[in-house]
């Protein structure tokens, strides 16, 4: 048995430190190759940037522009892997924020709050339009986990109806971006039309309080902002393990080789359907946290030009990006607010100036920025490319 030599074992012990180096190398190249990098620097921006660095009327406005991020990455699985492009998101996004809305109208209405209407009990647009009792779809709302319920499966099965419909048809492409076009405007002129039971132009008006809780104080709004962050993460994290699985596979194939992906035995167009159903999901999720963070719900987020503008808030960020999507609604909503609280007389020509200049400079929006030019680098960094050892 040699005897121990301390200053072999003391000249040798640094050797050990490359080991953790290596691996914590390793372990950033998957996290960058694996995409939940993005995710979580996105999490740390928006739990503890934002709530550190926003007053609370700033961080509310963010919180709103979160509800759209909904939207946008449920257009990446829809129309950036599945190839469906839909420009009646709105459609969604209303009936989850008007699902919501009538739970929180109803709770405000009740007989003594609207004890000096000619029929207590009612929401006050009914009494204006002389509706004497609360229609029997309504009484269901009563209950905020029904409301919750029909907030999530009324727009899903309407969008498993409208795509079922139409992809066993095999109508897609920009047949199918009008038909949504045409749903989203036959949706907001019957919320107009109907203006004893919906609000009709003003929609639902004046919701304060969520379970006698005060939604309009700053704590709740705080409080909503972190509830629908976390919800925001959660829908990332769902829809990256689609992209990541067999069926993101399958859905950028039936994308780009729809007939070869057909004769293969898969039935393309009930993949057409999951994709449009989950865009919908995430839409009808965002609507009901809007109305939440507000306290409002009207026809204006139903139509054709938000429909319009939620494609818009994908294509900025990058079609192909689910954090690219976040990015791009809050970017435009930031543009939107700054430029009309700046130039309230040039603020749509502005925002028409941006959105060409980012689609011309950047054709694969600020997802294809960052591909091209700072994750380059980080690889080098790294000492190799993440992507070549850990793509599926």
């Not at 921006?45 to 709103?64: E, H, S, W």
């Not at 129309?79 to 709770?107: D, N, P, R, T």
């Not at 057909?262 to 919908?280: E, H, I, L, N, T």
């Not at 990058?318 to 130039?343: D, H, I, P, T």
Request: with cysteine.
């Amino acid at each position: 048995m040699e005897p121990m030599n301390p200053l072999a074992d003391r000249a040798s012990a640094p050797a050990a430190s490359p080991a953790p180096a290596k691996g914590w190398r390793v372990l950033a190249r998957w996290v960058d190759a694996s995409g939940y990098g993005g995710i979580a620097i996105l999490a740390v921006v928006i739990l503890v940037i934002f709530p550190l660095a926003l007053d609370a009327f700033r961080l509310n406005m963010m919180g709103k522009y979160l509800t759209y991020a909904f939207v946008a990455v449920g257009l990446v699985i829809a129309w950036g892997y599945g190839g469906v492009l839909s420009l009646g998101q709105g459609v969604f996004f209303g009936l989850g924020g008007y699902a919501m809305a009538m739970f929180l109208k109803l709770e405000a209405s009740d007989p003594i709050s609207t004890k000096t209407q000619t029929t207590p009990g009612i929401p006050d647009f009914m009494d204006w339009n002389q509706v004497t009792a609360l229609p029997f779809w309504w009484k269901p709302f009563h209950s905020l986990p029904f409301a919750i319920l029909a907030a999530l499966v009324v727009p899903t099965a309407l969008a498993f109806v409208i795509s079922y419909a139409m992809f066993k048809r095999r109508v897609g492409g920009v047949y199918f971006a009008i038909i949504t076009q045409a749903v989203a405007l036959i949706l907001s002129v019957l919320i107009i039309g109907q203006q004893g039971y919906t609000g009709g132009v003003n929609g639902i008006t004046d919701l304060r309080t969520l379970l006698g809780f005060d939604i309009q104080s700053n704590e709740a709004k705080l409080i909503l902002y972190f509830v629908n962050a976390v919800l925001l993460l959660a829908a990332l994290l769902g829809c990256r393990w689609i992209q990541r699985s067999k069926l993101g596979t399958l859905l950028l194939a039936m994308r780009d080789k729809e007939d070869r992906v057909r004769f293969s035995g898969y039935d393309v167009s009930m993949f057409k359907v999951f994709a449009f159903c989950v865009a919908a999901l995430l839409a009808a999720i965002g609507g009901a946290m809007f109305t939440l963070q507000v306290g409002f719900m009207s026809p204006s987020f139903v139509g054709i030009v938000p429909s319009i503008e939620m494609v818009i808030y994908a294509a900025i960020g990058g079609r192909m990006s689910l954090v690219g999507a976040v990015y791009g609604a809050v970017l435009v909503n930031l543009g939107k607010s700054w430029f009309s609280e700046s130039f309230p007389n040039l603020w749509l020509y502005l925002m028409a100036a941006m959105f060409i200049g980012v689609v011309m400079a950047f054709p694969n929006g600020l997802a294809g920025l960052y591909e091209q030019h700072v994750r380059p680098r980080f690889q080098r960094l790294l000492g190799g490319s993440g992507k070549k050892e850990y793509e599926r």
